[in-house]
């Protein structure tokens, strides 16, 4: 069995490179990977803690949060299409304001 610190560790290491990735890119696409590691790290906490504790109650939180992360991709891929459209680029750095 595979000790607790190391399912923390892999989540850390994911969530640093998951916020790196919101902090230096201004792809909107990019933004939407990112936010998924650190959803996933986030999921990868809650089942290791379940599985500390002996109980299911962190995998039912987990599959809870990656439906949601799923539910954040369709919402943010709508926006990034209406972003295409009006603006012609992903870039987040261009549209200064909500009304064109």
Known sequence: MIAIEWYVLLS??????????????????MF???????????????????LYHGTLSGQVFSLFVLGLAAAEVAVGLGIILVLYRNFG????????????
């Open 12 to 29: 850390a290491g994911l969530f640093c490179i998951g916020l790196f990735g919101i902090l230096t890119r201004r792809n909107a696409l």
């Open 32 to 50: 939407l990977m990112a936010i998924e590691l650190m959803v996933n790290a986030a999921a990868i906490n809650l089942v290791a803690f379940a």
């Open 89 to 100: 680029t992903i870039d987040v750095s261009i549209p200064t304001t909500m009304r064109w």
